[in-house]
């Protein structure tokens, strides 16, 4: 079983940053695929960046290239998401997730386990 806890979340104005952090236990933390998804008023959940297992390969939607960025720490089973640029589309419920496998994948069907979510609100 693993256990995914978000912090960081808030409200933030157009332009500002914020820092989300992610803390996982439970399993093999480094070898598995780490995502941020998000998910705005009335849309469905998306990818927004990816971390690979082992290797630390990313990847980014092309929305947030360039403003955001995901690392993670192995030795303290966190994931993190970098945000800067942030603007008011950017405004949703992002959420933490983890897969069994080493690979990332983009839709929300392939992660097995998900944190509870941070709203991040970003204001104009």
């Known amino acids: 079983q693993v256990q995914l806890v978000e912090f960081g979340g808030g409200l933030v104005q157009a332009g500002g940053s914020l820092r989300l952090s992610c803390a996982a236990s439970g399993r093999t933390f480094s070898s598995s695929a780490m995502a941020w998804f998000r998910q705005g008023p009335g849309k469905e959940r998306e990818i927004v960046a990816g971390i690979r297992g082992s290797t630390s390969t990313t990847y980014y939607t092309d929305s947030v290239k360039g403003r955001f960025t995901i690392s993670r720490d192995n030795a303290k089973n966190t994931v993190y998401l970098q945000m800067n640029s942030l603007k008011p589309e950017d405004t949703a419920v992002y959420y933490c997730?983890?897969?069994?496998?080493?690979?990332?994948?983009?839709?929300?069907?392939?992660?097995?386990?998900w944190g509870q979510g941070t709203q991040v609100t970003v204001s104009s």
């Open positions: 997730a983890s897969r069994s496998g080493y690979l990332i994948r983009t839709g929300p069907n392939d992660y097995d386990y």
